[in-house]
């Protein structure tokens, strides 16, 4: 069993920044390729950022300049710093690990005021 489990989120003003965490735990054959989405209500599911087993990002338009992915790799754990935060940033932010199959998260609330 993989278990994969979201914690950061909360309530922030626009113009702030939250640190969003994702721990990984369980039979993890080989941790891949580790990714954000997030959903918003009434919206799609959307792929926010993502980072590769060797630490390379890529980044959705709206994250570039003001979201930063990041790993440890010891720890089994992705990060997504946030800053500059909006109110269309306004979303539940999921986890996805690639390990032999793919494993999502249960979710974080972000929510930004204006």
């Known amino acids: 069993q993989v278990q994969v489990v979201e914690s950061g989120g909360g309530l922030v003003q626009t113009g702030g920044s939250l640190r969003l965490s994702c721990a990984a735990s369980?039979?993890?054959?080989?941790?891949?390729?580790m990714a954000w989405y997030r959903q918003a209500p009434g919206k799609q599911r959307e792929w926010v950022a993502a980072?590769?087993?060797?630490?390379?990002?890529n980044y959705a338009d709206s994250a570039k300049g003001r979201f930063t992915i990041s790993r440890d790799n010891a720890k089994n754990t992705v990060y997504l710093q946030m800053n500059s935060l909006k109110p269309e940033d306004t979303a539940v932010y999921y986890c996805?690990?690639?390990?032999?199959?793919?494993?999502w998260g249960q979710g974080t609330q972000v929510t930004v005021s204006s």
């Open positions: 996805r690990i690639i390990t032999g199959r793919e494993y």
């Open positions: 369980g039979s993890l054959f080989r941790l891949n390729a």
């Open positions: 980072i590769t087993a060797g630490g390379a990002p």
